[in-house]
């Protein structure tokens, strides 16, 4: 698999935030929003932000800052959240279940068209709008939808196995929320979602901030 | 607030993967593991794996590796995750149980010791053996359950008032999973989390593997 140039991944993670502020600024009407005054609400650099946004092709204006509309349309279309991704869960959980509920998703292009569970009580229900299949349902349905990217809550212990099935239904992009680093051929997508990354730059900043507790 | 130092953050990002290395190590009934195979397991370069992990002050002995349980022991104190975190969660919709219910936070010190949500069907009731209390008893439990740590799923459009509420009760470290920009007082500790991030990551991932869908 082509390895996405690690310079420009944090630049990527950040555009979602871009994205925030500027729509926020459209919203209060306005057509120009300077590099300053994101930088400002991002707690960034403005030469960080002149650099992230430049990946977009839209270039700010001296004193007059970055057109919002073209923008928000720019970092859209970088992202291809200006495109519809034919999605599936797997693991109606409670962490499947916030995913499926993820108003900003959706918004975004992110199309979740069935879910899939072991527990027959789920089975045959509709959770925020998406039915749940039983998980033998799955490699059908995946063909039959057109599905390209599972989204994966299943416990850790299933999750090699699942993902196998994934492949083999022909999914090109596993978004993986368990903690298990798949093993799947070189063309398969696969993004890792850690919350426990998260926990560690918390408690980290906890203890250098006010001390250990 | 003094700014945990940019350069070291992806590191502390990346110690929780490599815990999960190291202990599935200790569990095969490994004394030592080398940084190579380390590096292997999570596609990263050796020069990266040991750079990272000098810094929990733990050095690898050549062609022996990293003492598995010294590291392991390294990792979480560095982490500051040998130590119990008092915390609360503030809205029990899905992502909130979800999060209540995620064992390898409760691993590795995070202790929930309450939930507030405003549903008067929730209140009184215990999720993931986390009872749920009315947002309006929440300022008191802060202080008589002597919480540091508040985790915020509750809806955008309420996030800057429980923010200034938590403040209020003297709160130390908010983490934030809503995608409102919190404004709180300089030694208030924020982690925001995105998932938009990691949907953008994979969407691009996904256009420069397979084309545009």
């Not at 729509?23 to 057509?31: F, P, S, Y």
């Not at 099935?165 to 929320?177: M, P, R, S, T």
Request: aromatic fraction near 6%.
């Amino acid at each position: 698999m082509p390895i996405v140039k690690l310079a420009s991944l944090p630049t990527i993670k950040r555009l979602p935030s871009y994205l925030h502020v500027v729509e926020a600024a459209q919203k209060d009407g306005k057509d120009f929003i300077s590099g300053t005054i994101i930088a400002e609400e991002l707690e960034l650099e403005p030469i960080q932000v002149r650099k992230d946004l430049a990946i977009t092709g839209i270039v700010g204006k001296p004193r007059i800052g970055f057109p919002v509309k073209e923008l928000i349309n720019a970092i859209n279309s970088f992202l291809e959240w200006d495109k519809i991704h034919r999605a599936i869960i797997v693991g109606a959980g409670n962490l499947g279940r916030a995913l499926m509920g993820y108003a900003e998703f959706k918004r975004h292009g992110m199309s979740i068209l069935a879910a899939f569970d072991p527990s027959t009580d789920k089975i045959g229900k509709t959770i925020c709008g998406v039915p749940v299949h039983s998980l033998n349902q799955m490699v059908n349905k995946i063909r039959e939808l057109d599905v390209h990217i599972a989204i994966l809550t299943v416990p850790s212990d299933q999750a090699q196995a699942v993902a196998e099935l994934l492949v083999k239904a022909g999914i090109k992009a596993i978004w993986n929320f368990t903690n298990v680093k798949l093993k799947v051929p070189g063309n398969v997508v696969v993004q890792k979602e850690d919350l426990s990354s998260g926990y560690a730059v918390l408690a980290v900043k906890m203890a250098r901030q006010h001390g250990s507790v």
